[in-house]
C-alpha cells in the first residue's frame, strides 16, 4: 500500500465524481481536509490515477473551459504522485 498525501480537487473528481478507481482496487482516505487528502492506495490504484492524471494534462487529452481547476489539479496530482512514490 502507498500512502499519499495529494490535492484534493482531482481526487474528488477521480474518486467521488466518477466512482473511480475500477473494482478490485483498493483505496482508502485517511484523512481529507480543504487542502489536501491523504489516501492510501494499493499498487493497481496507484496505477490508475496517475494514468487518469496524466491523462488530463495530456495537451491531447479533455479539453474544455470548465476542466481548468481539474487539470490544473491533475497536475499537481501527478507531481505529488511522483515525488512520493
Not at 487528502?37 to 494514468?51: N, T
Not at 481547476?69 to 497536475?75: E, P, V
Request: hydrophobic share 30%.
Amino acid at each position: 500500500m502507498h500512502r499519499l498525501k495529494l490535492p484534493p480537487t482531482f481526487w474528488d473528481d477521480y474518486y467521488t465524481g466518477r466512482g473511480l478507481p475500477p473494482e478490485p482496487c483498493e483505496c482508502k482516505v485517511v484523512k481529507a481536509t480543504r487542502t489536501y487528502v491523504i489516501v492510501e492506495l494499493d499498487d493497481e490504484a496507484l496505477a490508475d490515477l496517475k494514468d487518469d492524471a496524466g491523462y488530463y494534462c495530456d495537451p491531447n487529452g479533455p479539453d474544455a473551459p470548465y476542466l481548468g481547476g481539474i487539470k490544473t489539479s491533475a497536475r499537481a496530482t501527478l507531481k505529488a504522485i511522483i515525488r512520493q512514490t
